[in-house]
Nanobody
Framework: QVQLVESGGGLVQAGGSLRLSCAAS????????MGWFRQAPGKEQHFVAA????????NYADSVRGRFIISRDNAKNTVYLQMNSLKPEDTAVYYC?????????????????WGQGTQVTVSS
């Protein structure tokens, strides 16, 4: 089975930066699109960013475009989310997810595997 483990969350002041990591298991990591989603307590899960299996193309939610950067290192079976210019509204649990196909999606139902989540808290 595919396993995903997020790390790098924490507390940061508004305007600061954090880098999240997601370590993935599996023999076909390089061919699987990866995504990041986030969820605040009592709210629905929202798409953040996704990247193609090759790492050459990516997609972002409007709320994070220009501030967040998704990347991957297939040799390390790891996907990253660099978060810059953080805002209090970015506070949420961030989840890493994997598809079973090469192209990304912004729909949570298209992702088959999920990590445990990592908390990001942005103070004002």
């Amino acid at each position: 089975q595919v396993q995903l483990v997020e790390s790098g969350g924490g507390l940061v002041q508004a305007g600061g930066s954090l880098r999240l990591s997601c370590a993935a298991s599996g023999r076909t990591f390089s061919s699987a699109a990866m995504g990041w989603f986030r969820q605040a307590p009592g709210k629905e899960q929202h798409f953040v960013a996704a990247i193609r299996g090759s790492g050459r193309t990516a997609n972002y939610a409007d709320s994070v475009r220009g501030r967040f950067i998704i990347s991957r290192d297939n040799a390390k079976n790891t996907v990253y989310l660099q978060m810059n210019s953080l805002k209090p509204e970015d506070t949420a649990v961030y989840y890493c997810a994997a598809r079973t196909t090469e192209y990304y999606s912004n729909y949570h139902g298209d992702y088959a595997y999920w990590g445990q989540g990592t908390q990001v808290t942005v103070s004002s």
